[in-house]
């Protein structure tokens, strides 16, 4: 299937750090999600990007969906014990149209 | 519901046992994936519903797996003769549309574990 690359794979930071994290694709987009799971959760819904070059921001968390259609980060600012999980990027599959697909996700550990 | 609901939460078969497990999506939501989880990794799709229609199924990993939703709300993922490897977290997601340029709202998932 369709392979999202998603790095780094791991971040291990102090508190009040801002954090950075990415996803690339060979292949072009028209949707990016960006989800957060936490020990026996389900994904939860952070951001959607629906258009290239959009930047948008919920609290301290910001996302931007690449100008190529391919590529997508998430910065985190200022970051709290609360914010550790598994950060996932998704996409939805094109030539299907009916197939999420996740990056391998990045897990982050806040230490106070 | 405000939410995905998934029941049960955890479930642990015998080895060639049949589960059955449920989602209830959001209500109104006309698509509806079925998702499974390994430990570690991202979320890999088994199957979609729009309405009561199962478009795409490619991603039942054997015939043992069997969905379905047959009133367009609830659906149930029947796994037939579990094995050891089906040991995984099995996600429900919905969304409000079709189409690509929609979100999907995931349940807490069901653990299912066999013995």
């Known amino acids: 299937g369709q392979q999202l690359n998603q790095s780094p794979q791991s971040m291990f930071i102090q508190e009040g750090e801002d954090v950075s994290m990415n996803c690339t694709s060979s292949?072009?987009?028209?949707?990016w999600l960006w989800y957060k799971q936490e020990p026996g959760e389900g994904p939860v819904l952070l951001i959607a990007?629906?258009?290239?070059?959009e930047l948008t921001s919920n609290g301290r968390l910001t996302a931007q969906f690449g100008i190529t259609r391919k590529d997508s980060f998430l910065n985190i600012s200022a970051s709290i014990p609360s914010d550790v999980g598994i950060y996932f990027c998704a996409c939805w599959w094109e030539t299907s149209g009916s197939r999420l697909t996740f990056g391998e996700g990045t897990q982050l550990t806040v230490n106070p | 519901g405000a939410g995905v609901s998934q029941s049960p939460r955890y479930k642990v078969a015998k080895r060639g046992q049949d589960v059955a497990l449920r989602c209830d999506p959001i209500s109104g939501h006309v698509s509806l994936f079925w998702y499974q989880q390994a430990l570690g990794q991202g979320p890999e799709f088994l199957t979609y519903f729009q309405n009561e229609a199962q478009l795409d199924k490619s991603g039942l990993p054997s015939d043992r797996f069997f969905a379905e939703r047959p009133e367009g709300s609830v659906s149930t993922l029947k796994i037939q003769r579990t094995q050891q490897e089906d040991s995984a977290v099995y996600l429900c997601a919905s969304s409000y549309k079709t189409g690509l340029n929609t979100e999907a709202f995931f349940g807490q998932g069901t653990r299912l574990t066999v013995v």
């Open positions: 990007l629906y258009k290239a070059g």
């Open positions: 292949s072009i987009f028209n949707t």
